[in-house]
Nanobody, 114 residues
Framework: QVQLVESGGDLVQAGGSLRLSCVAS????????MGWYRQAPGKQRELVAR???????NYGDSVQGRFTISRDNAKNTVYLQMNSLKPEDTAVYYC????????WGQGTQVTVSS
């Protein structure tokens, strides 16, 4: 089991940037991958970005080239740098640990105004 605490969500204008953080209660190296997902009102939760324990990354098509996921294993922390934000990026962003069995954080709200 692990507790995940996200932070960094905010209201930002289109074109702006935000950095989300996710702090885990135990070593993130215990998980094959860490990720960020998001869920907008009325939509399904979708993968935003994932980073493996070895550092490999993959991104959702809609954020490719704008968002960057990274990890600091010593701090048990995963980051999501979001640039060139668009109104359609508005959602609750969730940190996730694991792949086959996923542990979720409580989410942080990101709102992008036009």
């Amino acid at each position: 089991q692990v507790q995940l605490v996200e932070s960094g969500g905010d209201l930002v204008q289109a074109g702006g940037s935000l950095r989300l953080s996710c702090v885990a209660s135990r070593s993130i190296l215990l998980f094959s991958a860490m990720g960020w997902y998001r869920q907008a009102p009325g939509k399904q939760r979708e993968l935003v970005a994932r980073i493996s324990s070895g550092g490999s990354t993959n991104y959702g098509d809609s954020v490719q080239g704008r968002f960057t996921i990274s990890r600091d294993n010593a701090k048990n922390t995963v980051y999501l740098q979001m640039n060139s934000l668009k109104p359609e990026d508005t959602a609750v962003y969730y940190c996730a640990a694991g792949v086959t069995h996923i542990y979720w954080g409580q989410g942080t709200q990101v709102t992008v105004s036009s």
